[in-house]
T-cell receptor, first 114, second 110 residues
Framework: DSGVTQTPKHLITATGQRVTLRCSPRSGDLSVYWYQQSLDQGLQFLIQYYNGEERAKGNILERFSAQQFPDLHSELNLSSLELGDSALYFC?????????????FGEGSWLTVV | GQNIDQPTEMTATEGAIVQINCTYQTSGFNGLFWYQQHAGEAPTFLSYNVLDGLEEKGRFSSFLSRSKGYSYLLLKELQMKDSASYLCAVRGGSNYQLIWGAGTKLIIKP
């Protein structure tokens, strides 16, 4: 158990809909990362937050947005869903976003768009 | 540009040794990580190298050469449970971003 908690674990929704994925980082971690992993693909970095502020942005679509709240949990909002958005979405956290700080992953949220 | 290269797939035999290579080109370097990921599961941390040399941790060792932009993960006494993808990630750039390789799928045969 990495200490990073993600909900829901599985989600099935229809095209055009909107979903919210939730992440609680490990206790004491200030930085949260979101990744997308499609079937048999590598990790695609979406976005990173540090202590409530956006720190870095990767290949995140405009239909997607995220935020980190004062209690440090984070949410990833996916809207106008398309079939191609079906993937495993990981949240990860680290103490601070630098140097040797290891990032720890949650178990992921499986999103299926039908 | 920033790039990390790993072999897509490797096959090895149970009980043997396998070396998974990773080469990188990044603007700046602040450490290299190896993660293991079983299919459908979260990546789990294996090792971290920031200085040149070999880091040993049980059956797994990781080597780094910063001048060559090269690392390898060495797995000894392979077990069937080692069948997984192995991800190389480099922390680089001015904002310490992690750049991920596509992963190497390791298949262990009896």
């Amino acid at each position: 158990d990495s200490g990073v908690t993600q909900t829901p674990k599985h989600l099935i929704t229809a095209t055009g809909q909107r979903v919210t994925l939730r992440c609680s980082p490990r206790s004491g971690d200030l930085s949260v990362y979101w990744y997308q992993q499609s079937l048999d693909q590598g990790l695609q970095f979406l976005i990173q937050y540090y202590n409530g502020e956006e720190r870095a942005k990767g290949n995140i679509l405009e239909r997607f947005s995220a935020q980190q709240f004062p209690d440090l949990h984070s949410e990833l909002n996916l809207s106008s869903l398309e079939l191609g958005d079906s993937a495993l979405y990981f949240c990860a956290s680290s103490v601070v976003p630098g140097q040797g700080n290891t990032i720890y992953f949650g178990e992921g949220s499986w999103l299926t768009v039908v | 540009g920033q790039n990390i290269d790993q072999p897509t797939e490797m096959t090895a035999t149970e009980g043997a040794i396998v070396q998974i290579n990773c080469t990188y080109q990044t603007s700046g370097f602040n450490g290299l990580f190896w993660y293991q990921q079983h299919a459908g599961e979260a990546p789990t941390f294996l090792s971290y190298n920031v200085l040149d040399g070999l880091e040993e941790k049980g059956r797994f060792s990781s080597f780094l050469s910063r001048s060559k932009g090269y690392s390898y993960l060495l797995l000894k006494e392979l077990q069937m449970k080692d069948s997984a993808s192995y991800l190389c990630a480099v922390r680089g750039g001015s904002n310490y971003q992690l750049i991920w390789g596509a992963g190497t799928k390791l298949i262990i045969k009896p």
